[in-house]
């Protein structure tokens, strides 16, 4: 091709197809900016915006106050020692394997992790080692499983995923922490899909690390990450670079800059608000859940009664229908369109994910509507 | 502290102090994104915004037409054989040096380099040597220098920042790319303050690797970096995950997810036009750089004439008013900022990096008739 001006036009005006439609994919409802803070965003949408007052290290940063939010405020929120930003939730996780292991050791995750949790330990050169899910219909991880497992492969590290991406599955977090404690493996919880969502303490849940995700979880426009660490283990993630004092080696120097950071400190006051909220977000899944399972021929997976409002969904009813609708296994991601609502995978009728977070009744009940009326073609 | 409302309020209304000002720190000045552009990304603000379509590879997306921008426009336009976004400059960097060598290898740098290009090697666990630069004033890097130091210490890998973030010197990177390629040594070229500034050939270059940032010089809201590659080098840095097959490992399965990768975007077809325009530019910056050198005590040092709108300043004047003003080294940073300038770092008078990089004419003017007349306090 030619880079010329009928070739860029289209680079000129791209508008989100998804704006007008209620969106049902787990991935991108708790991390919607709050209309509110968009305004504050567009004075700092340039490149190094963050850094007009930096003195060398970004979350030292004093205007805006992002020292304040990074030293002061999410340890407190997240019940941790220390924390720093980072690129992501999956960048998170690599920084604290590429800081404490060496190639060839191994990582004990849960099966039901999130796929970058596999490739950071590739990355970082490990063996890998799973502790099985207890297989259909709930798909959970027992903590016994992961005392074995430990004896067995004596894991540099061990990883889990608190909920996993799937079902959505709280599996007895406490418990694998208060494990890895006694046999002294380090232990990182991925909580990428609850801190933001539900309340988090690194310290209840007897975590060495917490992974977060501003754009997953924080209501932030990405990528950005959240890593928190234990007192004792700061002097190692948090190393310092030999010929620039001042530079954390594993962040680069510095981590995110411009508008992520600042995407995540305008939305904070809003996520620190909805997090006391939960509560009633788990209630309005199990409502949402309970009015679709009355559909014949779906039915939620994973934990039960769900306690998250990610949740995995069997639909025999909608396969059934693919296999004599016209449009084929595409159907349900066309009617559900023409229906106002988007999120499930063009192609996916037995199986998809699905949440309600932050969903107002009115729009979880146009959705039940929606299944109801479909599942009668 | 706690977290309360009053503590929280702060993080509410953020505003970006610098908006109203001229800002002449170089790190700004290539990042500013285009106001056209603005409403449209606030429609791609959200977290996983670019993902709507995403088939499970983030610069495969056709809509937003991402593949087409990062597997065909990006390449074209760095006539480089291919190319991935990643989270900036900093982490292509690392993500090269990750992939082609080993722990206790050795990275040949020259002195003038981003202290980034220092901690990603650290980060890898490589030797750093340098090739030192002519001193006092031009501080250029002699091609010959890179051949000797290759024989010497034999490296793995031979970075060239092109042009340096000190003084802006545009050196010989043709002639160490040819060495390199005599020599058979990997070479990379960190083209930050070009790449979307002025017209950069990887071919010409003779460059295996070359990497940008789009929060320095592409226009783009960050962070967002971009890594430029040999098609030799692809199997090797693109190399993909065991388990999960269309993953590449050093990406962590994705690079930037969401608003920056629109940003880059939607700048792009800017970013096109204002590269036509470079020598413009250089001009511009020499008509500024003689103009307040006419003001005694004031000098340009680096590569003469300049050839980049980054440059490093002497003022030995500003100096020494600093020694007998009631504000001491700060009387620089607030004379400029009373007449509505910022960028020079506070405390500094004794030397200084800026760029008048897109400002306009009477912009300039009234940077150099802010120097004229704090020269004569």
Same mark, same amino acid.
Not at 255 to 270: A, E, V
Not at 325 to 334: A, P
């Given at each position: 091709?030619?880079?010329?001006?009928?070739?860029?036009?289209?680079?000129?005006?791209?508008? $989100?197809?998804?704006?007008?439609?209620?969106? &049902?994919?787990?991935?991108? $409802? =708790? /991390?919607?900016?709050?209309?509110?803070? *968009?305004?504050?965003?567009?004075?700092? &949408?340039?490149?190094?915006?963050?850094?007009?007052?930096?003195?060398?290290?970004?979350?030292?940063?004093?205007?805006?106050?992002?020292?304040?939010?990074?030293?002061?405020?999410?340890?407190?929120?997240?019940?941790?020692?220390?924390?720093?930003?980072?690129? =992501?939730?999956?960048?998170?996780?690599?920084?604290?394997?590429?800081?404490?292991?060496?190639?060839?050791?191994?990582?004990?995750?849960?099966?039901?992790?999130?796929?970058?949790?596999?490739?950071?330990?590739?990355?970082?050169?490990?063996?890998?080692?799973?502790?099985?899910?207890?297989?259909?219909?709930?798909?959970? +991880?027992?903590?016994?499983?992961?005392?074995?497992?430990?004896?067995?492969?004596?894991?540099?590290?061990?990883?889990?995923?608190?909920?996993?991406?799937?079902? /959505?599955?709280?599996?007895?977090?406490?418990?694998?922490?208060?494990?890895?404690?006694?046999?002294?493996?380090?232990?990182?919880?991925?909580?990428?899909?609850? +801190?933001? $969502?539900?309340?988090?303490?690194?310290?209840?849940?007897?975590?060495?690390?917490?992974?977060?995700? /501003?754009?997953?979880?924080?209501?932030?426009?990405?990528?950005? @990450?959240?890593?928190?660490?234990? !007192? !004792? %283990?700061?002097? &190692?993630?948090?190393?310092?670079?030999?010929?620039?004092?001042?530079?954390?080696?594993?962040?680069? @120097?510095?981590?995110? #800059? /411009?508008?992520?950071?600042?995407?995540?400190?305008?939305?904070?006051?809003?996520?620190?608000? #909805?997090?006391?909220? %939960?509560?009633?977000?788990? !209630?309005?899944?199990?409502?949402?859940?309970?009015?679709?399972?009355?559909?014949?021929?779906?039915?939620?997976?994973?934990?039960?009664?769900?306690?998250?409002?990610?949740?995995?969904?069997?639909?025999?009813?909608?396969?059934?229908?693919?296999?004599?609708?016209?449009?084929?296994?595409?159907?349900?991601?066309?009617?559900?369109?023409? *229906?106002? +609502?988007?999120? &499930?995978?063009? @192609?996916?009728? *037995?199986?998809?994910?699905?949440?309600?977070?932050?969903? *107002?009744?009115?729009?979880?009940?146009?959705? +039940?509507?929606?299944?109801?009326?479909?599942?009668?073609?």
């Amino acid at each position: 091709m030619t880079i010329n001006e009928s070739n860029l036009n289209r680079f000129r005006a791209m508008h $989100r197809e998804s704006e007008k439609y209620i969106n &049902i994919n787990p991935i991108q $409802r =708790g /991390g919607i900016v709050p209309e509110k803070t *968009k305004r504050v965003l567009d004075e700092w &949408i340039n490149g190094y915006s963050v850094c007009d007052f930096c003195e060398g290290i970004l979350d030292c940063i004093k205007s805006p106050p992002v020292y304040e939010f990074v030293h002061k405020v999410l340890p407190e929120f997240l019940d941790v020692d220390a924390v720093r930003l980072t690129d =992501g939730a999956r960048e998170s996780k690599f920084i604290v394997m590429h800081s404490i292991s060496k190639p060839e050791d191994t990582v004990l995750v849960d099966q039901n992790a999130h796929y970058t949790s596999f490739v950071a330990a590739e990355r970082a050169g490990l063996r890998i080692e799973e502790v099985p899910n207890s297989g259909y219909p709930e798909f959970m +991880i027992d903590a016994d499983r992961y005392a074995e497992k430990i004896d067995e492969v004596k894991p540099r590290l061990v990883i889990v995923t608190y909920p996993d991406g799937n079902y /959505g599955n709280l599996i007895d977090v406490q418990e694998i922490g208060k494990i890895c404690s006694e046999k002294e493996i380090p232990f990182l919880v991925n909580c990428a899909y609850s +801190i933001g $969502r539900m309340p988090i303490s690194a310290k209840k849940l007897n975590a060495d690390f917490i992974v977060g995700s /501003g754009h997953k979880s924080m209501a932030a426009s990405g990528p950005i @990450g959240i890593l928190g660490v234990k !007192e !004792e %283990w700061e002097e &190692i993630i948090f190393r310092k670079s030999e010929k620039f004092g001042n530079k954390e080696v594993e962040l680069l @120097g510095c981590g995110p #800059r /411009g508008l992520p950071i600042i995407s995540l400190m305008t939305s904070f006051p809003y996520v620190v608000d #909805r997090v006391k909220k %939960w509560n009633e977000e788990v !209630e309005k899944t199990r409502y949402f859940i309970k009015r679709i399972e009355n559909i014949s021929g779906i039915k939620q997976l994973g934990e039960r009664p769900t306690r998250h409002d990610l949740n995995f969904i069997e639909s025999k009813i909608f396969y059934e229908i693919s296999q004599r609708h016209k449009k084929g296994r595409f159907f349900l991601y066309n009617e559900l369109k023409k *229906k106002g +609502i988007v999120g &499930i995978k063009p @192609g996916l009728t *037995k199986n998809f994910k699905i949440s309600t977070y932050q969903l *107002k009744k009115d729009e979880i009940n146009k959705v +039940i509507d929606a299944f109801e009326e479909i599942s009668n073609l």
